[in-house]
Each structure stands twice: as structure tokens, then as C-alpha cells.
């Protein structure tokens, strides 16, 4: 298991960005998915930050 902020192989819906940022802070991936889908329709900034992380975090090997 990784330390820091990784996107895991397992446990993907379309990128691993919400589950490599649940697996860091030791949180279920439903609530970080959950809060990700009501930012962007909410505010509409969430699309872009979630494609700029998926660039930024490393896959996990």
C-alpha cells in the first residue's frame, strides 16, 4: 500500500481520482463520489479540478 495520494488500480469508476483521495485520508470512496457529483452540479468547478488531478496523481504501480 502507497503512503501518499495514488490513483489505486482497483476500485475505479473513471479515473481513481475519488478513490486514491478516499484511500488517503481513510475514508469509504461513496462519500467522496457522493460530494463530487454535488460540487458539480452545485457549482460546476468540479470537472476541471477532478481532470487536473488526474493528470497531477501517479497511478499506483
Given at each position: 500500500?502507497?503512503?501518499?495520494?495514488?490513483?489505486?488500480?482497483?476500485?475505479?469508476?473513471?479515473?481513481?481520482?475519488?478513490?486514491?483521495?478516499?484511500?488517503?485520508?481513510?475514508?469509504?470512496?461513496?462519500?467522496?463520489?457522493?460530494?463530487?457529483?454535488?460540487?458539480?452540479?452545485?457549482?460546476?468547478?468540479?470537472?476541471?479540478i477532478y481532470m487536473v488531478l488526474w493528470i497531477l496523481i501517479p497511478c499506483e504501480e
Amino acid at each position: 500500500m502507497a503512503t501518499g495520494l495514488v490513483r489505486p488500480a482497483s476500485e475505479r469508476m473513471i479515473a481513481g481520482v475519488c478513490a486514491g483521495i478516499a484511500e488517503r485520508f481513510g475514508v469509504s470512496v461513496t462519500p467522496v463520489r457522493v460530494l463530487t457529483v454535488l460540487f458539480t452540479v452545485f457549482f460546476g468547478v468540479t470537472i476541471p479540478i477532478y481532470m487536473v488531478l488526474w493528470i497531477l496523481i501517479p497511478c499506483e504501480e
